[in-house]
């Protein structure tokens, strides 16, 4: 007599952790904590506020450097108002509107004294076509600085933005040769020029150089 027997049924389990083969599911990650919400909020906003001062800063160099440059031309400018007609310089009682802003401006003469190695040849003072002449000549100063109505001061400071020039001019020696023909011409143009001489003269003493 046969005997037969029934096959067995082997049963294999997925290999891995018992969690993970049996859920099927991935272990979730870890939260931000509210201390380094806070954190990270504290270093944004401390990057975002150098951030602002940094281009604040280059805004007010930018346009204090641009108030430099409007006072140099407004000195430059007015050093050849002077030099063409001493009489039609604005009022320095009054500011002057340069692009912008509004600048205020002196205005400060000096006689100069040279001293000579050597006399120079003898001239009239006061004649108008007989070249330089030492005793003429004067120390021309002109001032200007950013005025109280544009966040400077009515009086001078060297930390405001401001600008000097200083030149020696001849009073007689018109820088534009049109000048003199145009005073002359002008209404009570001879009696300011006989004017300026007497005011020459006197200031010089008549002593030679």
Do not use: H
Not at 103 to 129: C, H, K, Y
């Amino acid at each position: 007599m046969y005997t037969t027997t029934a096959p067995t049924q082997s049963r294999t389990r997925p290999t891995g952790s018992r969690g993970s083969g049996a859920t099927g599911r991935v272990p979730g990650r870890r939260g931000a904590t509210l201390i380094e919400a806070v954190l990270a909020t504290v270093l944004l906003g401390m990057v975002a506020a150098t951030l602002a001062s940094a281009v604040s800063y280059m805004n007010a160099s930018q346009r204090r450097m641009q108030q430099r440059l409007g006072a140099a031309e407004l000195a430059n400018r007015l050093m050849l108002q002077y030099m063409d007609d001493q009489d039609a310089m604005p009022s320095k009682s009054l500011p002057i509107e340069y692009d912008m802003d509004l600048f205020r401006w002196t205005l400060d003469v000096e006689p100069v004294q040279f001293e000579m190695s050597q006399p120079p040849p003898e001239s009239d003072a006061n004649d108008i076509g007989s070249g330089i002449n030492f005793d003429r000549i004067r120390l021309v100063s002109i001032r200007v600085w950013l005025s109280e109505d544009s966040g400077g001061a009515r009086g001078f400071s060297t930390e405001l933005p401001n600008s000097q020039l200083t030149r020696l001019i001849d009073p007689l020696a018109f820088s534009n040769p049109d000048s003199l023909q145009t005073m002359i011409d002008s209404p009570g143009g001879m009696e300011r020029l006989f004017e300026r001489l007497m005011q020459l003269d006197s200031t010089s003493g008549g002593a030679a150089p």
